[in-house]
């Protein structure tokens, strides 16, 4: 534009030779700049003399001083045109709103943004804590894995004369668990407090020859105690009736948390069980479900998981040697105890034989007690009750007569019936029994000790017992 106007500026003050040209300056109503030029007609006088020149070329020279500098600010404001110029530098306030918009967001991120970050670093600290946690935690199950099963059959295991026979038992070499290792609590026993507790309850006492009638439960006594979540419940057994190379002193125990229980454990003498060190462990050819199993005449007595069916397993054989099922017997949690656990079908051992205690839809809910033959468990005879098997906690039989435990939580519980197979007849009882650890998941009674085993949160423990005289 600056160009243009000099231009014309310049050919007018060149072609004044011929004509006379005449600038004019004047403010008009809006308060504007005009600028008007006056040329003579052809019969006018021609050009003045060059004293006009200088004049003019002054007023072109501060004409397009003017020019350039509305120009800067035209470019320096965003605008265009005279009207930029004139606004000086003032915002029209459509264009204001949304920039203070765009500044008020762009401080939000800003500080979102450091918020994100104060974020980032509190989440790597955590990290970095876990991480030495974890490592803390690892060298800890390391150490007590070292400690409990020693390389080379070297450290702190049990000594060589406690395991009999002629060639020493293979060493176990355990694979891990994924489960939460606990810390493992033992209760040292005084063998005189041990021999005061059972000395009526054991074989060759007055109170003890021949079979009778339930009529006291002693205080529970602790053996050992799992070392891992996977024994919150379990069964541990003695065989009343063992078979060579097994002797009455051998103790077994299964751990039942896991949907793929399979291993039997195997101790000489129910020592090495509370020290934990197992002189065998039995893979089992198919899981086991819940805590119904028993040892009987060399052979693992179970219910396979997710069956109605009852299976041996031989001790020396190690394979499955007998299966069958029991019929319309409920499985899988359709008539367990009250604490649950897929209690179903729950097998015993007494002064008569073995025993299945479960329930059908025939019975609607209540215990059926069958008499099992050892060798091919077939049914040689069955009992219907009338005691509601959700009812109550556990159940055991002695001298051929079912006993049920009335809670499975309770410290003070009972035991609460009982049912003689001989009279078809139940009747109410209320013997003091105590739940020391408040959860109680097995009870079973061994004939050749005359006392109850149960396994009572964790704990395996035995409860002294006395019989009437018959």
């Known amino acids: 534009m600056l160009g243009a106007w000099l231009l014309l500026w310049g050919g007018l003050a060149l072609g004044c030779r011929a004509q006379a040209a005449f600038l004019r300056r004047a403010d008009d109503s809006t308060g504007r700049c005009t600028y008007s030029f006056t040329v003579a007609?052809?019969?006018?006088?021609?050009?003045?003399?060059?004293?006009?020149?200088?004049?003019?070329?002054?007023?072109?020279?501060?004409?397009?001083?003017?020019?350039s500098r509305?120009?800067?600010?035209?470019?320096?404001?965003?605008?265009?045109?005279?009207?930029?110029?004139?606004?000086?530098?003032?915002?029209?306030?459509?264009?204001?709103?949304?920039?203070?918009?765009?500044?008020?967001?762009?401080?939000?991120?800003?500080?979102?943004?450091?918020?994100?970050?104060?974020?980032?670093?509190?989440?790597?600290?955590?990290k970095e804590e876990l991480g030495r946690r974890l490592e803390s935690s690892t060298q800890e199950i390391t150490r007590l894995r070292a400690t409990r099963c020693p390389p080379g059959g070297e450290g702190p295991g049990p000594p060589a004369h406690a395991v009999p026979g002629p060639a020493a038992a293979p060493r176990w070499d355990p694979q891990p668990l994924a489960y939460q290792e606990l810390q493992s609590e033992r209760t040292e026993v005084p063998a005189s407090r041990l021999l005061e507790e059972t000395a009526l309850s054991r074989p060759g006492s007055q109170d003890s020859a021949g079979c009778g009638e339930l009529v006291w439960v002693g205080e529970p006594v602790v053996f050992g105690r799992a070392e891992s979540i996977a024994g919150k419940y379990g069964v541990w057994m003695k065989d009343p009736e063992p078979v060579s190379p097994f002797t009455r002193e051998t103790t077994w125990r299964v751990d039942v948390v896991g949907t793929e229980v399979r291993q039997l454990f195997q101790y000489e003498a129910a020592e090495q069980l509370a020290r934990g060190y197992p002189a065998k462990v039995h893979i089992l050819p198919q899981p086991l479900e819940s805590t119904g199993a028993v040892i009987y005449r060399g052979g693992l007595f179970f219910q396979p998981r997710r069956s109605r069916a009852v299976a041996r397993y031989d001790l020396r054989g190690e394979a499955v040697t007998a299966e069958k099922e029991i019929p319309g017997a409920g499985y899988h949690g359709q008539y367990p105890y009250s604490w649950g656990g897929y209690t179903d079908i729950d097998l015993a051992v007494d002064e008569t034989g073995l025993w299945v205690i479960y329930s059908t839809?025939?019975?609607?809910?209540?215990?059926?007690?069958?008499?099992?033959?050892?060798?091919?468990?077939e049914i040689q005879r069955t009992w219907e009750t009338n005691i509601r098997k959700r009812g109550v906690a556990n159940s055991f039989v002695i001298c051929g007569t079912l006993y049920t435990v009335s809670s499975y939580s309770a410290p003070n519980a009972t035991i609460n019936f009982a049912y003689n197979t001989a009279t078809g007849t139940s009747r109410a009882l209320s013997i003091p029994f105590e739940n020391r650890f408040r959860y109680l998941s097995m009870v079973d009674y061994n004939p050749a000790e005359r006392q109850l085993f149960a396994w009572d949160s964790f704990n395996m423990v035995t409860y002294p017992i006395r019989l009437s005289q018959a």
Do not use: F, H, N, W
């Open 70 to 126: 509305l120009e800067g600010r035209e470019r320096g404001m965003g605008g265009s045109g005279p009207r930029g110029g004139e606004a000086g530098g003032v915002r029209d306030p459509q264009q204001a709103a949304p920039a203070a918009r765009l500044e008020v967001a762009y401080s939000e991120l800003l500080r979102a943004k450091a918020r994100l970050e104060e974020e980032k670093g509190r989440l790597e600290r955590e």
């Open 361 to 377: 839809e025939k019975a609607r809910g209540a215990i059926v007690l069958s008499k099992l033959d050892p060798e091919t468990l």
């Open 41 to 67: 007609s052809p019969v006018e006088a021609t050009c003045p003399d060059g004293g006009g020149v200088p004049e003019l070329r002054a007023e072109l020279a501060a004409l397009a001083a003017r020019l």
